[in-house]
């Protein structure tokens, strides 16, 4: 985990650390069997390809966890992940990495504590966005 990120380090517009992750059929044989979700699409290639997909295809709930994560890395042990919200617009596949990415768009403190609102979205190797969202999450001061 990075170092603690701290409210007074933060400006609208100060981009997320980016987050890489390069999703395997195994993760998502995996997530499967952790998520109860045996969709076919996700781990049998002729399934995927006869339903018109380029491949496998990533679960839409794994991608929201990484945007999850994406958000925890960066409010740190000292702060707290409020609410996620993901929309899913593209297809991810295994084999190729994915990257969480993310900007400030608003700061505030509000009953006593230090609020950071951000735009987030995962994207493929190549830059196009797959999986927009929004995250809010609660940074410590620097004391």
């Given at each position: 985990?990075?170092?603690?990120?701290?409210?007074?380090?933060?400006?609208?517009?100060?981009?997320?650390?980016?987050?890489?992750?390069?999703?395997?059929?195994?993760?998502?044989?995996?997530?499967?069997?952790?998520?109860?979700?045996?969709?076919?699409?996700?781990?049998?290639?002729?399934?995927?390809?006869?339903?018109?997909?380029?491949?496998?295809?990533?679960?839409?709930?794994?991608?929201?966890?990484?945007?999850g994560q994406l958000m925890t890395d960066f409010a740190g042990l000292g702060g707290e992940l409020k609410k996620l919200s993901v929309q899913?617009?593209?297809?991810?596949?295994?084999?190729?990495?994915?990257?969480?990415?993310?900007?400030?768009?608003?700061?505030?403190?509000?009953?006593?504590?230090?609020?950071?609102?951000?735009?987030?979205?995962?994207?493929?190797?190549?830059?196009?966005?797959?999986?927009?969202?929004?995250?809010?999450?609660?940074?410590?001061?620097?004391?």
């Amino acid at each position: 985990m990075a170092e603690q990120i701290y409210f007074e380090d933060v400006e609208e517009g100060s981009e997320i650390p980016i987050l890489r992750k390069d999703p395997t059929t195994q993760q998502l044989v995996k997530y499967a069997g952790a998520s109860g979700d045996y969709y076919q699409i996700h781990y049998d290639k002729g399934f995927a390809l006869n339903n018109n997909l380029p491949d496998v295809i990533l679960h839409g709930a794994l991608k929201n966890a990484f945007l999850g994560q994406l958000m925890t890395d960066f409010a740190g042990l000292g702060g707290e992940l409020k609410k996620l919200s993901v929309q899913y617009r593209a297809m991810d596949v295994p084999g190729t990495p994915v990257f969480g990415k993310g900007t400030v768009k608003k700061k505030y403190v509000q009953d006593g504590e230090n609020f950071v609102e951000c735009e987030i979205w995962l994207e493929t190797h190549e830059g196009k966005t797959t999986t927009p969202g929004y995250g809010i999450a609660t940074l410590p001061n620097r004391e």
